[in-house]
């Protein structure tokens, strides 16, 4: 399994950018998958996962109404629009891929393969 992450950067306050997740190395649409975050310091948190088909989603609160997740499961991607960006979203990004094809968590428990990250730096 691989996940590489990609599209992170530095945003100005208020700004947009589009992270994309290209998953190898299993059945991708079998799959719900998930971002989650981690700021200097902090612990990974969950940001937004989605089910395998794309029909349903879950937010964290903090994102919900500024970012959306989506997924292309004929090309094995996973994006994350994140838009109106404030500098709390400062973190490194992880795409991951759920421990089962059923269930789509909120706990770092519920995933079992990750990316690398991808850095997110919003500026004030």
């Known amino acids: 399994v691989q996940l590489v992450e990609s599209g992170g950067g530095l945003a100005q306050f208020g700004g947009s950018l589009r992270l994309s997740c290209a998953a190898s190395?299993?059945?991708?649409?079998?799959?719900?998958m998930a971002w989650f975050r981690q700021a200097p310091g902090k612990e990974r948190e969950f940001v937004a996962a989605?089910?395998?088909?794309?029909?349903?989603?879950r937010y964290a609160d903090s994102v919900k109404g500024r970012f959306a997740i989506s997924r292309d499961n004929a090309k094995n991607t996973l994006y994350l629009q994140m838009n109106s960006l404030k500098p709390e979203d400062t973190a490194l990004y992880y795409c991951?891929?759920?421990?089962?094809?059923?269930?789509?968590?909120?706990?770092?428990?519920?995933?079992?393969?990750w990316g690398q990250g991808t850095q997110v730096t919003v500026s004030s």
């Open positions: 190395g299993f059945t991708f649409s079998r799959y719900p």
């Open positions: 989605m089910t395998r088909s794309g029909g349903s989603t």
């Open positions: 991951s891929k759920a421990k089962t094809d059923l269930l789509y968590g909120l706990g770092t428990r519920d995933y079992d393969y």
